[in-house]
């Protein structure tokens, strides 16, 4: 009766602490991660699988960091950034993330706009009702009524499940693809295993990871609640992945259709999956990309807002963080914009944002991993040995990566 009760009693702890992680992993699974996994399903089948257990790995180790500092610390990433690294270096650091994350906001509508087309309803309708109803989400909610839309919206990116089902595929060459991964040194082949690497963190999440576990409460005495959290979203992340490779590597890849986009995957599954399959997948991509036009324009006037003492968080009122809401509307606004320009140069903004995230992201990451072994600031919580030889090696191990994939950019 009391290994049953305190069962429960943990259960209660944990559902309570629930969300932060999930929602910072599932977002991951944006309308540019969509169509990286479409893409390298249709061009490469089952061969890259295996690069998702390294994305797991990377994914896993960063939050963990951000959450440890949210929850020790009190304080958001921006601020501790500001505070021991001054006012000049974290200008020019949150210039540069702010001019990247309206690109990126750009993409997720642009993904709306996509997955919306394919049911046959306009842009011109879809993208300013979708950022209307993101604008009174954020703007006339609260935390707490935010995050449980958000954690909705996980749930229903496991749609690329039904998905992928539907596309019957190979299962033996599958688990093949992962106990026996085959590698290429072609140009092309290198930069789709650093895409879906590359995919899996950027510059913005470590932010939002961390405001969102200090807007939630969460106190130390819980973090081993918190730890759960990220790795549940981390397993949600990668379990995403694996099937919208899988759903595209069982149709378009096997019938020698190449695709660009996302959209194109969708469009080209309703032939040979069926019209179901076809709509869940496009239905997948709407979720992801409103989720994210959500998620990104939050976290980026979260982090600039606190990066130099302004108010900001969901739960104020617009009369008590103004600076927040107002360049919160302003990106959605200058993204939406975008998008609705006729023939607007929607492939270069995403290369360039892709570059931009690529330029922000080692400093962002070498910023993390001295904050959290500095034990003025964590005490007792630094890393121990083993977390800095894993934290190290997957900054150096993405630095890396970005570099190569800058390359490949400019090449």
Not at 7 to 27: H, K, R
Not at 252 to 257: D, F
Not at 327 to 351: S, Y
Not at 377 to 403: D, R
């Amino acid at each position: 009766m009391t290994k049953r009760k305190t069962f429960l009693t943990n259960l209660l702890i944990f559902l309570s602490i629930l969300g932060p992680g999930i929602i910072t992993g599932s977002v991951d699974n944006d309308a540019g991660g969509i169509t990286t996994y479409s893409v390298a399903g249709a061009t490469y089948g089952y061969k890259l699988l295996w690069t998702l257990i390294p994305s797991f790995i990377v994914l896993i180790v960063i939050q963990e960091m951000n959450a440890r500092m949210g929850v020790v610390t009190g304080k958001g990433l921006a601020d501790l950034i500001r505070e021991n690294f001054g006012v000049r270096v974290t200008f020019f650091i949150f210039l540069g993330l702010l001019i990247a994350d309206i690109g990126n906001t750009a993409t997720e509508f642009a993904g709306v706009a996509g997955s919306m087309e394919i049911f046959g309803i306009s842009k011109y309708i879809m993208v300013p009702l979708a950022a209307l109803a993101v604008w009174f989400l954020i703007v006339k909610g609260n935390y707490t009524v935010a995050e449980k839309v958000f954690l909705i919206f996980s749930v229903f990116l496991l749609s690329y499940v039904i998905s992928a089902l539907l596309s019957h595929p190979d299962w033996k060459a599958v688990g093949q693809s992962i106990i026996k991964p085959t590698m290429s040194f072609n140009t092309d082949y290198l930069s789709m295993v650093i895409g879906i690497v590359g995919t899996t963190i950027a510059p913005w999440m470590q932010f939002y990871m961390q405001s969102s576990v200090i807007e939630k409460g969460i106190k130390i005495d819980d973090y081993k609640y918190t730890i759960w959290d990220v790795v549940i979203g981390c397993i949600a992340t990668v379990v995403v992945a694996f099937f919208i490779i899988v759903a595209c590597a069982s149709t378009l890849n096997v019938n020698g259709i190449k695709i660009n986009e996302a959209k194109d995957a969708a469009m080209a599954l309703k032939p040979l999956a069926g019209e179901l399959a076809s709509g869940v997948f496009a239905f997948g991509l709407f979720i992801a990309s409103i989720f994210s036009a959500a998620i990104l324009p939050v976290a980026t006037a979260f982090y600039i807002c606190e990066a130099f003492g302004f108010e900001a968080g969901i739960d104020k009122r617009l009369d008590e963080a103004p600076e927040f809401y107002t360049l919160f509307t302003a990106i959605i606004i200058i993204a939406v914009a975008i998008i609705l320009i006729p023939h607007a140069p929607l492939i270069t903004i995403t290369i360039w944002t892709q570059v931009l995230n690529g330029i922000l992201l080692p400093v962002v990451l070498i910023s993390m991993m001295l904050l959290v072994n500095n034990k003025e600031i964590m005490g007792k919580y630094v890393n121990n040995p083993l977390k800095n030889v894993i934290g190290w090696s997957t900054t150096i191990i993405l630095i890396g990566l970005t570099a190569v994939l800058m390359f490949f950019s400019f090449a």
